[in-house]
């Protein structure tokens, strides 16, 4: 069975550019969450998505944003980027009754210049 | 202060000893406790979950919570060069959806 999926793996922008980034979760997962890790600063949750909707957000600024579509894959959206936003940006996938456990992706390393 | 403290080491052992891995929390509303293993430009991987206290074991892995201390433990027996990786805590109140991680204590097993 297919683990979760991220892309691109890595990608560069520029300040001020806007960054998508796509998961797919493993088959059967119908919530996706998002999490930030930076160089220094562990992992940061970002937002949860189930079943098409957002659940839950951390504490990002609203240029942070994403969607989940009806096959329950998940993009994430930074717009405006700044050059604090270079990380790590991982997601995982799981069940909304058993959000302990999740599994997560290889990540996508974004890189803003 | 941060919710979830954890030594971010580096902690280098040789191979065959017991790893002790820990984390302190201040939160008295989680009582879910995970931890994860990463290695090199990987995703986490999902190791072990406890919820509330008490102990968990699979195989070499043992899990401890205690939440009057606000501490919990990964011990790893047998340890293996394999085992080399950074080792997260994470822990989540019932019903948030989100879970709340330490930073990460890398460990490298030595041959």
């Known amino acids: 069975e297919a683990g979760v999926t991220q892309s691109p793996t890595h990608l560069i922008k520029t300040r001020g550019q806007q960054a998508t980034l796509r998961c797919s979760p493993i088959s059967g997962h119908t919530s996706v969450y998002w999490y930030q890790q930076a160089l220094g600063l562990g992992l940061q949750f970002l937002l949860w998505?189930?079943?098409?909707?957002?659940?839950n957000r951390g504490n990002f600024p609203p240029r942070f944003s994403g969607r989940q579509f009806p096959n329950y894959s998940s993009e994430l959206n930074v717009n405006a980027l700044e050059l604090e936003d270079s990380a790590l940006y991982l997601c995982a996938g799981g069940m909304n009754r058993e959000f302990a456990e999740q599994y997560f992706g290889p990540g996508t390393r974004l890189t803003v210049t | 202060q941060k919710e979830v403290e954890q030594d971010p080491g580096p902690l280098s052992v040789p191979e065959g000893a017991i790893v002790s891995l820990n984390c302190t929390y201040s939160?008295?509303?989680?009582?879910?406790f995970m931890w994860y293993r990463q290695y090199s430009r990987k995703g986490p991987e999902l190791l072990m979950y406890?919820?509330?206290?008490g102990n968990k074991e699979d195989g070499r892995f043992t899990a401890q919570v205690d939440k009057s201390s606000k501490y919990i433990s990964l011990f790893i027996r047998d340890s293996q060069p394999s085992d080399s990786a950074t080792y997260l805590c994470?822990?989540?109140?019932?019903?948030?959806?989100?879970?709340?991680f330490g930073q990460g204590t890398r460990l490298t097993i030595n041959p």
């Open positions: 994470a822990m989540s109140e019932q019903g948030a959806q989100k879970l709340v």
């Open positions: 939160n008295s509303a989680f009582q879910y």
């Open positions: 998505y189930d079943e098409g909707e957002e659940r």
């Open positions: 406890t919820y509330s206290s």
